[in-house]
């Protein structure tokens, strides 16, 4: 069984490794939709769609939020601390 899977990990565990990964991206999105639609989308609709401000703030915001998270999961795989 090693020999076909040098990490060791059986089926169910890697099963059980990809539901919690697929848990994480699913919060993940989530979070990254309601912070940078509660940033950026005016709170009194005006308009069936975003305008060219709101857009460019999802952007944005989107692009931070990924960014950082991005940082964040190198610091923690690399098992570092951030920069003082």
Do not use: H
Request: glycine residues 8%; charged residues 25%; aromatic residues 8%.
């Amino acid at each position: 069984m090693a020999a076909n899977n040098p990490m060791g990990v059986d089926k169910e565990q890697a099963f059980g490794m990809a539901e919690t990964e697929m848990e994480y991206r699913v919060e993940l999105f989530n979070r990254l939709a309601q912070t940078c639609f509660n940033k950026c989308v005016d709170k009194r609709y005006k308009e069936s769609e975003l305008n060219m401000g709101e857009n460019s703030c999802i952007d944005r915001c989107v692009s931070k939020y990924w960014q950082v998270n991005s940082m964040i999961g190198q610091l923690l795989s690399a098992g570092g601390r951030p920069p003082m």
